[in-house]
């Protein structure tokens, strides 16, 4: 009986390895595992006919899937058509030829991944250059991949892997296909393997487990996430945390007196700070937006909100009379770090009126995104953590040219109408106590002076997206407008910048 789901998902896999993750470096697109068949093939010269007698067809189902992969392919494989012109071997042309004669998805992936050879394929330019752009002139890369976001980036050697039903699965034929289509003068080397029949969706989802941060104690759960696992995810980062502790104790010395053995204790306030927080939750939908918290930027940007908000709600609960706080998610995306803000204020309220102690603190979060998708999507997770976020797209006259195509296009969208609204005059201008955004160096720096604008005198900001070595770059862009602006933070080669309005 034919199983569907093995295909179905596959051919996800070719959006995602094509899609533009801009603040995720990793050049290598996601793979799913494979279980490797009898056959492998390493370098050839050519492929003889008794290639035909191999057991490339063993399960003989129509629904089986095979996979042959391209090993380390390079322009310097690719030769002059008889006309003259050349058969580029690049990401777009390679894969669409092997859609055509057969394939149901096709995957790209950076064979230098995880090397000292890798080139981050969203490495962000620096201000003098692009460090793939250079090169576009010599025969030393093969993949090239156009991308609106990213510009024009390149891999230096690929693995090229693509996946057929077992009834179209004629080894001898796709390679020399692939030779005479692309000219190229002798075999490339490739392998052969056999995908497993899973419920890829169910598996994925069985390894994508509830993300919790370490200090600001935020879980990130997906709908797939029963309360159990969510339970012990924090369970297990608790005791990550003790172990830590301990071992922190032990490192710090031993003084004995008698048979008694006392340890250093530094630091007692802000263990006992995070030992009194409790655990928010987080529901996101998976989808086109970007914000999942895997990624140590957002981390970060989580740290900054969780001690930032509650640090306002405190200085609030001080004083008498009216209160209110205005929170601003620039480059919104999912809207995580706003729904977080958002969250933490919530549930600071519900907790007070628990206690006989109604707050009647006001408080605004904003998202702003160009990505209209991502605004749908931002809302909708906003409401299915029950908390107040409206997320809007920004002041047009605030937008360059480009950000401005992207939102005029999507306002001509017809599920945008009406829906998608440009941020009200009353949210756009100086009003914000906190404003986090979690998107790149080069925006950001570009978006001083635009950032400046709506955070108030006093008010602070939390900006990550930024590598360790563009960090002094945008600490100077904001030194015009803000005071104590510094690299408050760092984790996996990426900081955290803060500041405060002067």
């Not at 000219?183 to 989802?205: N, S």
């Not at 001080?318 to 919530?346: C, F, H, T, W």
């Not at 990505?371 to 409401?383: F, L, P, R, V, W």
Request: include cysteine; hydrophobic fraction near 40%.
């Amino acid at each position: 009986m034919a199983k569907p789901t093995a295909p179905l998902l596959l051919t996800v896999v070719v959006t995602v390895a094509r899609s533009s993750c801009a603040f995720l470096t990793p050049s290598s697109a996601f793979v799913f595992p494979i279980t490797k068949s009898k056959n492998r093939f390493g370098p050839l010269g050519t492929v003889s006919q008794e290639s035909n007698n191999a057991d490339f067809t063993a399960e003989n189902e129509p629904w089986v899937l095979r996979q042959i992969t391209f090993l380390d392919l390079t322009a310097s494989n690719s030769d002059e058509t008889d006309d003259g012109e050349k058969a580029e071997l690049d990401a777009r042309n390679f894969s669409e030829f092997l859609m055509e004669i057969g394939a149901c998805s096709v995957s790209i992936t950076d064979a230098d991944a995880n090397t000292s050879d890798e080139d981050p394929l969203f490495h962000e330019p620096s201000l003098t250059t692009c460090p793939n752009d250079y090169i576009e002139d010599t025969n030393e890369f093969a993949m090239v991949l156009h991308d609106v976001a990213s510009g024009r980036n390149v891999w230096k050697t690929n693995h090229v892997s693509a996946h057929f039903p077992s009834s179209l699965f004629d080894v001898p034929n796709i390679v020399d296909a692939v030779r005479y289509t692309f000219q190229i003068p002798t075999t490339p080397r490739f392998e052969v393997d056999t995908i497993p029949d899973l419920d890829w969706i169910k598996h994925v989802q069985e390894s994508w487990n509830p993300i919790v941060t370490k200090a600001s104690k935020f879980v990130l759960r997906f709908p797939w996430h029963e309360d159990a696992l969510v339970m012990k995810a924090c369970q297990d980062m608790e005791r990550e945390k003790m172990m830590e502790g301990l071992a922190k104790r032990f490192s710090s010395g031993v003084k004995r007196e008698g048979a008694v053995v006392h340890f250093e204790e530094e630091d007692v306030e802000d263990i006992n700070e995070q030992k009194d927080r409790e655990y928010v939750q987080i529901r996101l939908e998976g989808g086109v937006a970007f914000g999942t918290g895997e990624h140590p930027t957002t981390r970060l940007c989580l740290d900054w909100v969780r001690d930032n908000v509650e640090r306002q709600l405190h200085l609030l609960g001080a004083d008498e009379g009216p209160k209110s706080l205005n929170i601003m998610d620039y480059g919104s995306g999912s809207g995580v770090l706003g729904i977080s803000a958002a969250a933490v204020i919530r549930d600071h309220i519900t907790k007070s009126k628990r206690s006989g102690q109604p707050s009647n603190i006001a408080a605004t979060v904003v998202g702003l995104e160009i990505d209209a998708d991502a605004i749908h999507i931002a809302n909708a997770n906003s409401q299915k953590n029950n908390v107040e976020m409206k997320n809007y797209l920004p002041d047009p006259d605030s937008l360059d040219d480009e950000a401005l195509s992207v939102v005029l296009r999507a306002m001509q969208r017809k599920r945008n109408k009406d829906i998608i609204q440009y941020i009200p005059s009353e949210l756009n201008g100086p009003i914000y106590d906190l404003l986090v955004a979690n998107i790149l160096a080069g925006p950001l720096v570009n978006l001083a002076s635009t950032v400046a604008s709506l955070v108030k005198s006093g008010g602070e900001i939390g900006l990550s997206g930024i590598l360790a070595t563009q960090g002094d770059r945008v600490v100077t862009a904001y030194q015009e407008f803000f005071d104590d602006v510094q690299v408050a933070a760092e984790e996996g080669g990426w900081v955290l910048v803060t500041g405060r309005r002067r």
